[in-house]
């Protein structure tokens, strides 16, 4: 088989109509464009939703939901993840550099979700209650915590 030799099958497709060649080839006059007016004519049409000029769909309908602007440059990290995080140390930097949080991340806070192993220091990172908790529990600290994240 080559590609120059595939062909639609049998039957899949149609002849296109032909308009316009007569009342005998059943599309004649109009050409099934109707009588008079914008849809009759060549050329330009409406936008996309127009409803001759009632309030579209798309604005009689209420917007829905809320999209914070914050979100995208604050990031969540679950205590398991910080195994993930090479040094002892962590920060933002390091966040950033192990691929835990994204690179426009501005402020992170660790939340209890998973388990630690060994002492970390968490430094310029926020941290939840019981993250706090298991951190200090494996022997780590936190320092200068972010005020809200």
Do not use: C, W
Not at 7 to 26: F, N, T
Not at 80 to 101: C, N
């Amino acid at each position: 088989m080559r590609l120059n030799t595939i062909k639609p099958g049998e039957g899949s497709k149609r002849a296109p109509l032909r308009v316009g060649r007569g009342a005998s080839a059943g599309q004649g006059k109009t050409s099934g464009r109707g009588v008079k007016g914008q849809r009759a004519r060549k050329g330009g049409y409406h936008k996309v939703g127009f409803e001759g000029g009632q309030m579209p769909l798309q604005r009689r309908l209420p917007k829905v939901g809320f999209r914070s602007k914050m979100k995208a440059t604050r990031a969540e990290v679950r205590l398991s993840e910080l195994a993930k995080v090479k040094g002892d140390i962590i920060d933002l930097a390091a966040l950033k550099a192990s691929g835990v949080v994204p690179v426009f991340a501005l402020q992170a806070k660790v939340v209890l979700s998973g388990t630690i192993e060994r002492a970390v220091t968490l430094r310029g990172v926020g941290a939840t209650k019981g993250a706090l908790a298991a951190i200090t529990a494996a022997g780590g600290t936190v320092e200068a915590a972010a005020e809200k994240a």
